[in-house]
Nanobody
């Protein structure tokens, strides 16, 4: 499955953005999808994940209560709604997919990765 992340941009602190991850080549309604991010000079970190059944969902502590992950299987997309953005949320955001039905935070478990979309939050 090929993944395409979009929706990044420049936003002021306190603002909102919605990222979208679209799949092509095949449906990913049976894939768990995760979002990860990598800030300049830092390692990639987990942000959020949602299992294909919806029964497993996980957020990083740093985004809990501000970000919401959701999926629309009819549109073959997974979204990441980001509210109350902070300058420390600035990063390239990546979506990834695997075949489990468990929202893992371990990047090594994800088989498919999209290209990143840049989110810049100004103070």
């Amino acid at each position: 499955v090929q993944l395409q992340a979009s929706g990044g941009g420049l936003v002021q602190a306190g603002g909102s953005l919605t990222l979208s991850c679209a799949a092509s080549g095949r449906t990913f309604s049976r894939n768990t999808v995760g979002w990860f991010r990598q800030a300049p000079g830092k390692e990639r970190e987990f942000v959020a994940a949602l299992s294909w059944s919806g029964g497993s969902i996980r957020y990083a502590d740093s985004v809990k209560g501000r970000f919401t992950i959701s999926r629309d299987n009819a549109k073959n997309t997974v979204s990441l709604q980001m509210n109350s953005l902070k300058p420390e949320d600035t990063a390239v955001y990546y979506c990834a997919a695997d075949y489990s039905d468990y929202a893992s935070s371990a990047s090594a478990l994800y088989e498919y990765w999209g290209q990143g979309t840049l989110v810049t939050v100004s103070s």
